[in-house]
Nanobody, 125 residues
Framework: QLQLVEVGGGLVQPGGSLRLSCAAS????????IGWFRQVPGKEREGVSCISSSGSSTTYADSVKGRFTITRDNAKNTVYLQMNSLKPEDTAVYYC??????????????????WGQGTQVTVSS
């Protein structure tokens, strides 16, 4: 079965950190750009960050730039999202997704072919 699985969500206080992982099973991530998205109830899914298949190119939403870092370890078939200086407005379900190429439309959900099930991140005191 081809799937992406996110882990690492949880409850954290404002200013804290979390690291999300996105692991693939049934296929290799080597040839895919991977994006992270987040969604809160009643709102559209929002692009957070994206990394190219080699890891040489990354991009971020303005809302997380300077606080979040996306990396990948193709040997482990895993992509990470390090989230620092978390704010209450970062609270959401976070999803990873795979697409064939890295590009300017990285923040558009329907550009992606495969999705994980999501992991909840809650930032609250």
């Amino acid at each position: 079965q081809l799937q992406l699985v996110e882990v690492g969500g949880g409850l954290v206080q404002p200013g804290g950190s979390l690291r999300l992982s996105c692991a693939a099973s049934g296929f290799t991530l080597d040839y895919y750009a991977i994006g992270w998205f987040r969604q809160v109830p009643g709102k559209e899914r929002e692009g957070v960050s994206c990394i190219s298949s080699s890891g040489s190119s990354t991009t971020y939403a303005d809302s997380v730039k300077g606080r979040f870092t996306i990396t990948r370890d193709n040997a482990k078939n895993t992509v990470y999202l390090q989230m620092n200086s978390l704010k209450p407005e970062d609270t959401a379900v976070y999803y990873c997704a795979a697409r064939a190429r890295f590009g300017s439309r990285w923040y558009i959900p329907h550009e992606y072919d495969r999705w994980g099930q999501g992991t909840q991140v809650t930032v609250s005191s």
